[in-house]
């Protein structure tokens, strides 16, 4: 057995992701992990004692990266604290990424089995944009002061979930920009320095990726 210390752990996690998004979520055990991997079912082993912990490990990773993707093209976006473009980073973000797509958008079901017994995330990944996001963005001036947080945290993840529905989309840039024009002229707030509206989605991005308190 090769010692746990020089295994490359995401060697395996992209083997998990891998029978996950290929065969399903029943076809994700130590011995599948490891075939799919190269390595042997005792190395998986030394890293992972089940299947479940090796898929909460890659969707710990995943969820990481895609807010680490988020909050970089937010920070290079002059206007990247406004809610119209963070939702278009959102959306490029999970359809970019096929874990991330296969797991909030074709196969929830899956999302949601690993998620059932995990403590690992304060908040489930999603395509749509919370309404306590939209309030704190509101106090910061980013967002209009004449808009219910609530109903448009509703309306963006109605768009979601018909996006979801109706994906894969040939024309998704296009659909994200017009969403993205809807947003900015209906919720935005007309300021020039948005570098407010980056600090509250760092914040919040950051707190989720926080692993709760053990009950």
């Keep these: 057995m090769t010692s746990s210390s020089l295994i490359d752990v995401d060697v395996v996690l992209d083997a998990t992701g891998d029978v996950l998004m290929n065969d399903g979520y029943a076809a994700v055990t130590l011995a599948s992990i490891a075939s799919r991997s190269g390595l042997s079912a005792s190395d998986v082993e030394s890293l992972f004692a089940s299947p479940h912990d090796a898929m909460v490990a890659m969707l710990n990773r995943e969820f990481s990266g895609m807010y680490s993707n988020i909050v970089q093209n937010i920070d290079r976006d002059p206007r990247g604290g406004l809610l119209s473009r963070m939702y278009t980073y959102i959306l490029s973000s999970v359809y970019e990424r096929p874990l991330a797509k296969t797991l909030f958008i ?11 017994t995990s403590h690992s995330f304060s908040y489930t990944p999603n395509v749509g944009i919370r309404s306590d996001l939209i309030e704190q ?59 407010a509206g980056k600090a509250v989605f760092f914040e919040w991005a950051t707190s989720l990726t926080l692993p709760r308190e053990s009950a």
Excluded at 106 to 116: G, K, W
Excluded at 166 to 191: E, F, K, M, N, Y
């Design 137 to 195: 963005l509101q106090a910061a001036g980013m967002v209009r002061d004449d808009v219910d947080a609530r109903t448009v945290s509703s309306v963006l993840s109605a768009c979601s979930a018909g996006l979801a529905l109706t994906a894969p989309h040939d024309d998704l840039d296009a659909i994200s920009a017009g969403l993205a024009t809807l947003i900015a002229r209906g919720v935005d707030a007309d300021v020039t320095d948005t570098s």
């Design 106 to 116: 074709i196969d929830r079901e899956s999302l949601n089995a690993i998620m059932r």
